[in-house]
């Protein structure tokens, strides 16, 4: 089962530590609630608006847990309700998740301000995390570093299926990766649950809206789990080129780094 955390249970808030142990599976929105400011925490209502959070998946011990932390016990006069919403990890709506739970505010709200963005965290200045699918050099921590990247909260090892990698994109390697649909690939990286800064240090790397866009993926574990996770991919799919052996050798040294040989990406020799 999953929840969605919109408040004082997303990362860096005092209750999120209930969540430790659980599964990031992504950051998204769900519709048909407004947000608003209870003081030092927020509560939600349904609406016409949009709220953003984090999804966990949790299992039964833990939602018993939560249900006594947001004083829920199944009666007409509780703080909060506990509801099923369905949640968006895209723009586009094509990646979604259904019977999300998620704790409704159950008292009276109407002298309370409303949080317009419905995002708690960007409200009180916060810093969010999301996923970050590295498929390419970003597989390597030297390079990330370099780039910028501060710290990775949690890596784990990745497939995006469906998908291979080519090198299409020019840059200062001849030519960079990107990814391209393809039935019978798969493409190995890296989940690096991250703050949004560290992944905002890489836009510049990445000529991000000029030559690659932050595009949402749902890629697997090695059990097979999924998680919803932004990638750089570029929308020019045409031709191929060569890029440089060091280019290359890069990659593949952040691939053997924690993958060994036990996976080869589609496109990727």
Known sequence: ??????????YGFELNHFLKESRFVGYGFTEGFEMYDLGSYPG????DGIIWGEVYEINDSLLKTLDEVEDYKGKEDDLYIR???RVF???KRKYYLDGVYLYVYNQDISYRDKIESGDYSAYVGMPRVINYFAYAENTNIKILKERGVRKILKEIN??????SIIFNVKCKYGY???LKEDPEGKVCGYIYLMIEDDLNSLDKAEEHLIKYFR???????ENGKEYFASAYVSDYKEGQGTPREEYLNAIKEGLRRKWGESCKSSGLT
């Open 1 to 10: 089962m999953y929840l969605f955390a919109y408040g004082s249970l997303r």
């Open 44 to 47: 939600v209502i349904k609406g």
């Open 215 to 221: 595009e949402t993926v749902k890629v697997l574990d």
């Open 176 to 178: 960079c990766a990107n």
């Open 158 to 163: 990745a497939v995006l299926p469906g998908y």
């Open 89 to 91: 990890f895209d723009q």
């Open 83 to 85: 509801y099923k919403t």
